[in-house]
């Protein structure tokens, strides 16, 4: 029981890097991004080969994920994404998914369609024993702690620094901070960026633990849209809330009910947004 | 028979709008369509599979191009017409019109359902909520193998002569004649619909609810029964492939399949009807060609297509078309009217 616990929040903790910068895009940005998934992969991806072909050491691939994913961010942002920022849903949708296919069938061409596996360092790997029948993870409770401190660190980054304080103003009201001097094309294409590499970072750390192969964008799509929907924007707590929450249900569905595991997160996710639309902690976003 | 009382003062536009008479490409477009038959013999299989997608980008378009509701799980409804079809013909009623007709009740009846939830919120709401849903319809059938086969598919499925005399053959020639007959029935009614009071109304819809509201339109009602027909006619299509296949795999309720119609739609041009089923038909060659070429990293090229398609192509081949020729008609047109 309590492992289960503990490794819905594992997981949850991977969702909520990979899927914060989405809440982004989707919920400030209006536009509607179902391509974030190929930019997790990426980071994903570059872990991958830096550690099982080049031999890097695994702490060493994280920023590297974590940059190759932010990089693919800013050029796919300024090359194609500003120019569907006008454009109706409909042509935003058409690029995303058709971003989504060829990242797909790349990453099979490139690195074969079977799931990828990683070698841990040894002082990641085993179990750490703290009570009778109740075993940690090293590896989780390590994913655990990295991903809490994350989140401290946005918090901290959006409610203490100027940058912070002008995203803040931006979501409120981008009309507005747009004619109070506020440069919101950049601020958001840097928040873009960001978004795109802990997505990767996520996807990283996650190699194992979400199972990363050739349809990881199309797979955690859902749960991306699952978390930026329930988490709202404007806010840490919101998505990283809502990422546990979707871990432990994760984790606990497939483990306890197998038969109807991801019928339940579809359910749930169908049934919050017909409650909700504009997420469960979230203010409704000002365009 | 109003508008036939008053025929002997000239139409106004609202009346011409209304009866829509058949323009002479139109009619040309169908003959083509049936000469087909006789001009492309070893093609009949793929045609038929593209008059299939194009009845099911029909749907998609009567849903996004004329009432502007936007849907990334169509496929949900397409594939529950392909099992309803599937699952009759494989307890032994194989009679394949009232398959169609079986499909199409069942598939409606489950769009009409699903449009309460989904006809609420924005854009952005109404696309997960559309992708959600039909994930779910997917994990069930995924689930209940017992009715489904689950990932094996349906097995088994045999389906009867038309009108009990002519069978389904190896070279397609029934099934390209069954699916171009169903899908021409299907494109009256639509286009019937499109150019009716209710069609118009559609279409005011899809440029400002909530101006219609104000005029007095019911305009959640009138969504709700776009919906339901175009979930109706989604199942058609469905079942469509199933009997002309004899197999159904959960396959059709894949997000690609829904995204692929809406590609079709936006390639062929969205609101005219006939650009859906030419986007289809030129999707399919295109797989066709390039899986052929590349028989596994053909999603790339279409991912590829579909992202040149957003941003380069708005209004689609057939937008492009009609804009061309009223350009040179207008061309020609123009010395007459400056002249006194």
């Not at chain 1, 490139?110 to 090293?138: C, N």
């Not at chain 2, 099934?175 to 007959?181: D, I, N, P, R």
Request: glycine share 12%; proline share 3%.
């Amino acid at each position: 029981m309590l492992t289960v616990l503990f490794d819905g929040i594992a997981t949850g903790a991977l969702l909520f890097l990979s899927s914060v910068g989405l809440s982004v895009t989707l919920g400030v940005m209006n536009f509607v991004n179902l391509a974030h998934g190929v930019f997790a992969m990426t980071g994903g991806y570059v872990a991958v080969v830096l550690l099982n072909r080049w031999g890097v050491p695994f702490l060493a691939t994280l920023p590297a994920a974590f940059a190759a994913s932010a990089g693919l961010g800013v050029v796919v942002e300024r090359l194609f994404y500003r120019k569907l920022y006008d454009a109706g849903a409909l042509e935003q949708v058409l690029f995303t998914t058709g971003l989504v296919f060829a990242a797909m069938a790349a990453a099979a061409f490139l690195m074969g369609s079977q799931h990828q596996i990683i070698q841990l360092p040894a002082f990641l790997a085993g179990q750490f024993h703290l009570f009778k029948g109740f075993d940690l993870g090293v590896y989780r409770l390590f994913l655990i702690v990295f991903c809490g401190c994350v989140a401290l660190a946005l918090q901290l980054v959006l409610s203490r620094t100027r940058f912070g304080s002008r995203l803040r103003a931006a979501v409120d009201n981008a009309t507005v901070a747009n004619a109070l001097g506020i440069n919101v094309g950049r601020l958001f294409a840097v928040t873009f960026a960001v978004g795109c590499g802990l997505a990767g970072l996520g996807a990283a750390l996650g190699v194992e633990i979400l199972n990363l192969d050739p349809s990881f964008p199309l797979k955690f799509l859902v749960y991306f849209l699952i978390v930026v929907a329930a988490g709202g924007t404007g806010t840490i707590s919101g998505p990283l809330l809502a990422s546990l929450v979707l871990g432990i249900c994760d984790v606990a569905g497939k483990y306890y009910v197998p038969d109807i595991g991801a019928f339940i997160i579809y359910g749930v996710m169908v049934a919050m947004l017909i409650w909700r639309p504009h997420g469960l902690f979230g203010r409704r976003a000002v365009r | 028979m109003i508008v036939e009382a008053k025929s002997a003062a000239p139409p106004t536009e609202d009346e011409r709008r209304l009866r829509a008479p058949w323009r002479s490409v139109e009619i040309a477009f169908w003959v083509l369509a049936a000469a087909a038959y006789l001009l492309l013999p070893h093609q009949l299989p793929l045609l038929a599979q593209a008059a299939i997608g194009g009845l099911f980008a029909l749907s998609v378009d009567l849903l996004l191009g004329i009432a502007g509701v936007m849907s990334l799980g169509h496929a949900a409804f397409f594939g529950i017409g392909g099992y309803v079809a599937g699952l009759l013909a494989q307890s032994g009623w194989g009679e394949p019109l009232s398959g169609l007709v079986a499909a199409g009740l069942v598939a409606g009846g489950c769009g009409f359902l699903s449009s309460f939830l989904v006809l609420r919120g924005s854009d952005l709401t109404r696309l997960m909520v559309t992708l959600g849903i039909s994930l779910l319809v997917m994990e069930a059938a995924n689930r209940m193998t017992w009715l489904t086969g689950g990932s094996d598919g349906l097995q088994g499925i045999d389906v009867w002569p038309i009108f009990g005399v002519w069978e389904f053959d190896l070279y397609g020639r029934t099934a390209y004649v069954y699916a171009l007959g169903v899908l021409f029935a299907c494109f009256l009614l639509v286009r019937r619909v499109v150019h009716s009071p209710f069609g118009l109304t559609l279409r005011g819809i899809k440029g400002n609810p909530r101006r219609m509201s104000a005029l007095g339109t019911p305009v959640g009602r009138r969504l709700v029964g776009v919906y339901t027909l175009a979930a109706a006619l989604a199942g058609i299509a469905g079942a469509l492939l199933t009997q002309t296949t004899q197999f159904v795999s959960l396959d059709v309720f894949g997000f690609d399949k829904s995204s692929e119609a809406l590609l079709a739609v936006v390639l062929g041009g969205a609101g005219t009807l006939y650009g859906a089923i030419v986007g289809a038909l030129m999707l399919m060659e295109l797989e066709t060609l390039l899986a052929r070429i590349t028989p596994e990293y053909w999603q790339f090229w279409i991912g590829i297509a579909f992202m040149a398609q957003a941003l380069y192509a708005r209004g689609g081949i057939l937008g492009f078309t009609v804009r061309l020729w009223t350009r040179l008609r207008r061309g020609v047109a123009a010395p007459s009217r400056t002249a006194p």
